[in-house]
């Protein structure tokens, strides 16, 4: 059982470039989110999805987008990459989103030069 | 969205309990308290949630007011694998959409030898 599970682990893009952070469970968890981390700083929700086919914006969308053909499967996609956008990603996942909490990812470390 | 605030930093001497509180004095009657913790850069972890009884599992107690508007999470016996940072947040339960967490900046705690 390996949780969430999230690749590559560190990137380099440069500025324009695009890229996609991957992120599966093996859990059968219907939500599924992705979060960025800014150093020194809170997790801020990006965009959230409570099952396949569903998706959602979250506090910070801009810039991101996402798609969830399956429940394992919840792919973050970055297009125009900025300076902006460099930050630590989490990806995570929950049961049906009650009462129970969120299982993490080990991070993506994105930087934008 | 009920907000928290946490002291910004705390630290504790090892093997003494550590008492981490936290405010919520918006929050709603339907939301649940919970609490994560960061170590490094990993992905959060979770610790323990409730909404109104206090709470205690294997690796902390939750003890909330009767008025609901502060928390403390209590670690018995802090170690040095406890240093972190603590976030301390009120869940939004939304329906359909599943449930939003809010994450702060959190306080962190160094617990010293």
């Known amino acids: 059982n390996a949780g969430v599970t999230q690749t590559p682990k560190f990137r380099i893009l440069k500025i324009g470039q695009s890229m996609t952070l991957q992120c599966t469970q093996d859990?059968?968890?219907?939500?599924m989110y992705w979060y960025r981390q800014d150093p020194g700083m809170g997790l801020k929700l990006i965009y959230y999805?409570?099952?396949?086919?569903?998706?959602d914006k979250g506090e910070v969308p801009n810039g991101y987008n996402v798609s969830r053909s399956t429940t394992e499967d919840f792919p973050l996609r970055l297009e125009l990459a900025a300076p902006s956008q460099t930050s630590v990603y989490f990806c995570a996942s929950s049961y049906l989103g009650t009462g129970y909490g969120y299982t993490f990812g080990s991070g993506t470390r994105l930087t934008v030069v | 969205d009920a907000k928290t605030t946490q002291p910004t930093s705390m630290d504790c001497a090892e093997g003494r309990a550590a008492n981490l509180p936290c405010n919520h004095s918006t929050i709603s009657g339907n939301e649940y308290v919970y609490w994560y913790r960061q170590i490094h850069s990993q992905g959060p972890q979770y610790i323990i949630h409730?909404?109104?009884n206090n709470e205690t599992n294997e690796m902390a107690s939750l003890i909330i007011t009767e008025d609901r508007k502060s928390s403390t999470l209590i670690l018995p016996h802090a170690t040095l694998r406890d240093t972190a940072v603590y976030y301390c947040?009120?869940?939004?339960?939304?329906?359909?959409?599943?449930?939003?967490?809010?994450f702060g900046t959190g306080t962190s705690l160094t617990v010293i030898p």
């Open positions: 859990m059968n968890h219907n939500y």
């Open positions: 999805s409570v099952g396949a086919g569903i998706t």
């Open positions: 409730g909404l109104k």
């Open positions: 947040i009120v869940r939004v339960a939304m329906p359909n959409t599943g449930n939003q967490f809010y």
